[in-house]
């Protein structure tokens, strides 16, 4: 009987540990996601808005669409992300002004009797982030990404390459201007 009791003992123990640790975990966990952030990072204090012009093509390629994905894109980064505002220009802070300077279709992984089994699609962006209201250029630079896709097979297989690439390249240009990286 008393071992019955002393069992039962622990049991009740073990039990409260368990939940006292979950508790502290998930304490811990919420209070460790809530400070740990990017969004305006580095963003001046007197930019509130950005504005994203239609993006310029400029590369050999001039694939239907580019510049319009490209912009849209980067528009709904910054609106998902909320750190800057997207504005029209006349209402700007910022504005970001992005060039699609080459677009490259080359070979990724060539297999042996020198098949060509994935293909590897590069964009490049030149983008300028500019401070409207100081009148100075924050940052000049450079972006590529890439999107691998298989040759032969579906016809949207090089459109879904583009779009991956697209957004790749947003996301970095996002946290160039976010985070000053």
């Not at 969004?39 to 001046?44: N, Q």
């Not at 694939?63 to 998902?80: A, V, W």
């Not at 992984?109 to 030149?126: C, D, P």
């Amino acid at each position: 009987m008393i071992l019955y009791k002393l069992n039962k003992y622990k049991a009740g123990f073990l039990h409260s540990l368990v939940l006292f640790l979950l508790f502290v975990t998930g304490a811990l966990s919420n209070f460790g996601c809530g400070t740990y952030s990017f969004t305006g990072a580095s963003v001046p204090e007197h930019l509130k808005t950005i504005s994203i012009p239609i993006a310029d093509d400029k590369s050999p390629a001039a694939i239907p669409g580019i510049r319009e994905l490209l912009t849209d894109n980067l528009i709904q980064k910054f609106i998902n992300d909320n750190s800057l505002q997207v504005a029209e220009i006349s209402k700007a802070d910022a504005t970001l002004e992005c060039v699609i300077t080459s677009v490259t279709d080359a070979p990724a992984i060539v297999s042996a009797g020198e098949q060509i089994s994935s293909r590897r699609l590069t964009i490049n962006v030149k983008v300028i982030y500019r401070d409207l209201v100081k009148k100075k250029t924050i940052f000049e630079n450079s972006f590529n990404n890439y999107g691998d896709y298989v040759p032969g097979e579906a016809t949207n297989d090089r459109e879904v390459a583009i779009a991956t690439a697209v957004d790749k390249i947003s996301e970095d240009i996002l946290l160039a201007v976010v985070s000053g990286w």
